[in-house]
């Protein structure tokens, strides 16, 4: 064989392995990328399994309702956050009478009694709306604990935060169902109601998340605690400004590259208005 013969043949071979090796590495590649894929399919986990979506607690006081889990601020005398899922075949209208708000015996430190709301101006505000739990008389009655309200403005109860209760229950039934994390923003130097100095919150938020499409999106709303005649959609920021003013992490248990895309997005995509 002559030596250019020999060189084209060693020429030839070197390619080939090189070929083989870059097959393997696109091979390893491919099953990489598959092997994300299915781990980041595997992450959608049902919103029946509550203590995966809960926040985390500030106050270090959780306590679990049947219908929803609550963290209650001693130092404000309400929820810092209330967490339920609200099920499509949750949505109903039926009209129970309204109870008589009480304390909540769950409360290790005790909630603030109703009476500190007489005369103070400001309505008893439920969190976990009763008109999301009208599917049973027993669930209806458990939004009339007094962990489950924060002193809010008739105008802004009434209106706005209303019409953003009404939108999550449209959501609900079009998304087949969401998680629901709102709250007051408890903070220093707040306004205090009654005997007990419940604190009155100068902003509200609502944060949802939908996983029906076997993908999360999520939407942040936070309210000034005031009236508004503004479409909701100009309320919508980022999960991430809502852990800044709060100090809580809601979605911890997420996988990191999924919770951090979720919580920086401040937009409404893929929410119909």
Request: proline residues 3%.
């Amino acid at each position: 064989m002559k030596n250019s013969e020999k060189y084209l043949l060693l020429i030839g071979c070197c390619l080939f392995l090189n070929g083989c090796k870059m097959s393997d590495e696109n091979e390893k590649e491919k099953q990489s990328l598959q092997d994300n894929n299915i781990e980041e399919k595997q992450t959608i986990v049902s919103f029946s399994d509550s203590d995966f979506y809960l926040p985390t607690s500030t106050t270090g006081e959780i306590v679990k309702h049947q219908y929803y889990t609550l963290s209650y601020s001693e130092e404000h005398e309400q929820a810092e956050w209330v967490a339920y899922e609200l099920k499509k075949e949750q949505l109903s209208y039926t009209n129970f009478k309204r109870p008589y708000f009480i304390d909540d015996p769950e409360v290790l430190s005790g909630s603030a009694n109703w009476k500190n709301y007489i005369r103070s101006g400001y309505d008893r505000g439920h969190l976990c709306p009763a008109g999301d739990r009208r599917f049973s008389k027993e669930a209806f009655n458990e939004t009339f604990y007094t962990s489950n309200i924060s002193p809010q403005k008739n105008d802004f109860n009434a209106g706005i935060w209303n019409r953003l209760e009404q939108k999550t229950r449209y959501w609900a039934r079009k998304y087949d169902g969401l998680y629901v994390v709102t709250g007051g923003v408890l903070d220093d130097n707040l306004k205090v109601i009654g005997r007990e100095d419940v604190s009155v919150p100068n902003y509200f938020y609502k944060i949802l998340i939908d996983n029906s499409r076997a993908e999360y999106k999520a939407i942040a709303f936070l309210m000034p605690h005031q009236e508004s005649d503004n479409p909701l959609n100009t309320f919508v920021v980022s999960i991430d400004r809502i852990e800044k003013m709060t100090g809580i992490d809601f979605f911890s248990n997420l996988p990191d590259k999924i919770e951090k895309e979720l919580e920086r997005k401040s937009d409404y995509k893929g929410w119909s208005f």
